[in-house]
């Protein structure tokens, strides 16, 4: 059969690993891998759907400017993890910023208005194929990057592979849609302590026969500083005999001899045949403790095994930042509010500190809470308001109840719940200010309608999924709330991922906080 092959001139990049083209006969989207936006070449069509096709890059006639002309890792183009490194970093930037337009333009969201109305929204830079149209639509939002988008992955979790032959261990990433594991010695998005670390583990394991199908995965999480690591196994439970624990042991107690910054050693159970790849238990099994500390600006932070910690510190402190500026503005708000007499709080509590000549306390309230990593950091910056999290992990509540411990703090509860238990109990609705930040699917229609009877007159969303996150921005919309400002960040450079914070409002601007 001779191969479809045709000419293309890529228009855009997807919310995800393609960038995409119209195919000029049957005028369909094509989705195309390592392909940039700009470039004019010629790719093979593999796939063919109702309304798509996909293909592969045959070759490049002109490349695009956009393009990276030397991408750092040489397994890119392989590796399931920088779909996007092969884009000039500036403009993996713009991309994003289009995706999440794309997204709010999809689920039809009204933009904040004092920035730029709805009619700003251009079809054209749909069409354009150099991306510098896209450029110049849309000032307003902008994503931030990082001055240095390397080394910025605190975590790992590597699949494992024992060589047959040779016994052998390999750890790495699978190549893009397949079971074939890429043995990785350098990646250039990590922290660089973990490299010499995992080939130590290599070594070790291949030498004590510790390998597949027991070993699944290895964890490594590391402090900011490079100066606190985690290491965990992650094992099948049925098949560990107790000269495999023995094994283990010997393995863990070398690499915490040989690795000074090693202070945890854990290994961690699942069974299960999913995609999940931590499983419940996890256990110490070398060392005396099983967590790390990291610092995020002014707040400690203890981290165990399966507890959720953002990746990129730096710019999760920058997003830090912009939520406290948004809780500060609440609290400035607040107070003109109380200075010109208006009636502020509908609950009693509030009363002694009001009538004390204080500022008047906010209750705000931190949902999917993970170790606190937001509720510690505001609690701490303002002491007057009180906080309360939840979260549904238990070792990261857990942790949460340490954070509060390690930075003395008195203004700060956290619960163990879930999002769908917590927002069913009327005296749960009781906040001035909501934050969430749930995983990527987002809220589901019954949590945000429950939020939106509760006395919240702020909600502050942060996402890491530009769609979900418009899906749920379009609800609240529905439920009298109004997006007011957007500020996006990249968490994940070389990656299609974005990270959002959105602030709502209820459309009255006039409405004050617990009015
Ligand atoms: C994106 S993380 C955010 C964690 C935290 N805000 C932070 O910045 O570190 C989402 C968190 O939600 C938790 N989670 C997932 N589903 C949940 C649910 N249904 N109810 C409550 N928490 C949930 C996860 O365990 C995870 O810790």
């Known amino acids: 059969m001779v191969a479809d092959i045709k000419d293309f001139k890529i228009d855009s990049m997807s919310f995800g690993l393609h960038a995409i083209a119209t195919d000029p006969d049957?005028?369909?989207?094509?989705?195309?891998?390592?392909?940039?936006?700009?470039?004019?070449?010629?790719?093979?069509?593999?796939?063919?759907?109702?309304d798509m096709a996909f293909a592969h890059i045959a070759e490049i006639s002109s490349a695009s400017p956009l393009r990276e002309e030397d991408p750092r890792c040489k397994l890119h183009k392989i590796c399931g993890s920088c779909q996007w490194q092969h884009i000039k970093y500036e403009e993996q930037l713009n991309f994003k910023r289009i995706n999440l337009l794309d997204a709010f333009k999809l689920n039809k969201v009204k933009l904040p208005s004092d920035d730029y109305?709805?009619?700003?929204?251009?079809?054209?830079?749909?069409?354009?194929?150099?991306?510098?149209?896209?450029?110049?639509?849309?000032?307003?939002?902008?994503?931030?990057?990082?001055?240095?988008?390397?080394?910025?992955?605190?975590?790992?979790?590597?699949?494992v592979e024992t060589v047959k032959s040779t016994g052998r261990l390999l750890a790495g990433y699978y190549k893009t849609k397949s079971n074939d594991l890429i043995n990785i010695k350098h990646c250039p998005i990590q922290y660089s302590i973990f490299e010499e670390l995992m080939e130590g583990i290599k070594e070790l394991c291949s030498g004590e026969g510790i390998g597949t199908p027991l070993l699944r995965h290895?964890?490594?999480?590391?402090?900011?500083?490079?100066?606190?690591?985690?290491?965990?196994?992650i094992l099948r439970k049925k098949l560990l005999k107790a000269r495999d624990r023995h094994a283990i042991k010997r393995i863990?107690?070398?690499?915490?001899?040989?690795?000074?910054?090693?202070?945890?050693?854990?290994?961690?159970?699942?069974?299960?045949?999913?995609?999940?790849?931590?499983?419940?238990?996890?256990?110490?099994?070398?060392?005396?403790?099983d967590y790390i500390v990291d610092k995020l600006k002014d707040i400690q932070v203890k981290i165990s095994t399966s507890s959720f910690f953002q990746i990129n510190n730096e710019q999760f402190c920058n997003?830090?930042?912009?939520?406290?500026?948004?809780?500060?503005?609440?609290?400035?708000?607040?107070?003109?509010?109380?200075e010109n007499g208006v009636s502020l709080h509908a609950q009693q509590d509030l009363k002694e500190t009001e009538t004390q000549g204080a500022v008047s306390r906010l209750k705000i309230l931190d949902a999917y809470s993970g170790i606190g990593s937001i509720s510690l950091s505001l609690a701490q910056a303002f002491p007057q308001h009180s906080f309360k999290s939840f979260e549904l992990n238990n070792a990261a509540v857990i942790n949460a109840k340490d954070n509060i411990k390690l930075n003395d703090l008195n203004n700060l509860e956290v619960e163990l719940a879930s999002a769908e238990d917590y927002f069913k109990e009327e005296e749960n609705l009781d906040f001035d200010i909501i934050i969430l930040n749930p995983p990527r699917k987002g809220c589901s229609n019954k949590i945000l309608e429950n939020i939106s009877k509760s006395t919240a007159k702020w909600i502050i969303y942060l996402s890491c999924n530009p769609s979900t996150l418009a899906r749920d921005i379009k609800f609240l919309e529905g439920a009298n709330f109004k997006l007011e400002e957007i500020?996006?960040?990249?968490?994940?450079p070389h990656t299609f991922h974005l990270e959002t914070l959105a602030l709502l409002r209820p459309h009255s601007k006039t409405a004050p906080l617990n009015n």
Not at 30 to 45: M, Q, R, T
Not at 220 to 233: A, C, H, Q, W
Not at 265 to 284: H, K, P, Q, R
Request: proline share 3%; glycine share 4%; hydrophobic share 35%.
């Open 26 to 50: 049957s005028g369909i989207k094509v989705f195309i891998e390592n392909a940039c936006p700009g470039d004019e070449l010629k790719a093979e069509i593999y796939d063919v759907q109702k």
């Open 117 to 159: 109305e709805e009619e700003n929204y251009n079809d054209d830079y749909e069409k354009e194929s150099t991306g510098n149209k896209a450029r110049k639509q849309h000032q307003n939002i902008s994503v931030k990057g990082l001055s240095n988008p390397w080394h910025f992955r605190n975590k790992v979790i590597y699949p």
């Open 218 to 233: 290895v964890l490594l999480r590391s402090s900011y500083d490079e100066n606190e690591v985690l290491v965990s196994f």
């Open 252 to 289: 863990f107690d070398v690499i915490l001899r040989e690795f000074p910054e090693v202070k945890a050693a854990t290994i961690n159970y699942n069974d299960d045949s999913t995609n999940v790849i931590l499983g419940e238990e996890t256990e110490l099994i070398a060392g005396d403790r």
């Open 319 to 338: 997003i830090l930042e912009s939520i406290k500026s948004f809780i500060e503005q609440a609290r400035s708000e607040n107070q003109r509010n109380t």
């Open 487 to 492: 500020k996006a960040f990249d968490m994940f």
